[in-house]
């Protein structure tokens, strides 16, 4: 098999949510670096521009995070986190002729319970309680305080 035909192949097998996870996380963590770094004056907008590679981008302000891409279609992909009200949003624009242009919602979700998972579809060598006692065993801090 061909690599390109086994990359194809592979990437039809893998469910949607993996790349809105993704995104999402990658959504996430830029919110939360935004945070680290604080913001200056409240209600004012700091906006930072992130090529992610392979035509993908990231943008931010105080409440929204914006991160674009393209999914194993072709067709162009926006995921929006609102980091005040914790939902998440996923578009999809196709181009085209007339009768093929479209922009549509995905799918969108409340992610605050989501945040709070210690994992879900996780197959990590260790998992979060495994790790979190052997942290704990060795007399080393938990982040966070957890």
Same mark, same amino acid.
């Given at each position: 098999?061909?690599?390109?035909?086994?990359?194809?192949?592979?990437?039809?097998?893998?469910?949607?949510?993996?790349?809105?996870?993704?995104?999402?996380? +990658?959504?996430?963590?830029?919110?939360?670096?935004?945070?680290?770094? /604080? *913001? =200056? %004056?409240?209600?004012? @907008?700091?906006?930072? $521009?992130?090529?992610?590679?392979?035509?993908?981008?990231?943008?931010?302000?105080?409440?929204?995070?914006?991160?674009?891409?393209?999914?194993?279609?072709?067709?162009?992909?926006?995921?929006?986190?609102? +980091?005040?009200?914790?939902?998440?949003?996923v578009?999809?624009?196709? /181009? *085209? =002729? %007339?009768?093929?242009? @479209?922009?549509?919602? $995905?799918?969108?979700?409340?992610?605050?319970?989501?945040?709070?998972?210690?994992?879900?579809?996780?197959?990590?060598?260790?998992?979060?309680k495994?790790?979190?006692?052997?942290?704990?065993?060795?007399?080393?801090?938990?982040?966070g305080?957890?």
């Open positions: 098999m061909r690599a390109s035909t086994r990359s194809n192949a592979l990437a039809g097998r893998l469910p949607g949510w993996i790349l809105v996870a993704g995104c999402a996380l +990658t959504a996430l963590g830029l919110a939360r670096a935004s945070a680290l770094q /604080g *913001g =200056g %004056d409240p209600g004012t @907008e700091t906006t930072q $521009v992130l090529g992610l590679g392979g035509g993908a981008s990231a943008d931010s302000n105080n409440r929204m995070i914006a991160v674009t891409g393209s999914d194993i279609t072709g067709a162009s992909i926006l995921y929006l986190v609102d +980091t005040e009200t914790m939902r998440l949003a578009y999809q624009a196709r /181009g *085209g =002729g %007339d009768s093929m242009q @479209e922009v549509k919602l $995905v799918g969108a979700r409340r992610i605050d319970l989501d945040l709070l998972l210690d994992g879900f579809n996780d197959s990590s060598k260790y998992d979060y495994t790790l979190r006692e052997q942290f704990l065993s060795q007399g080393l801090p938990i982040p305080g957890q």
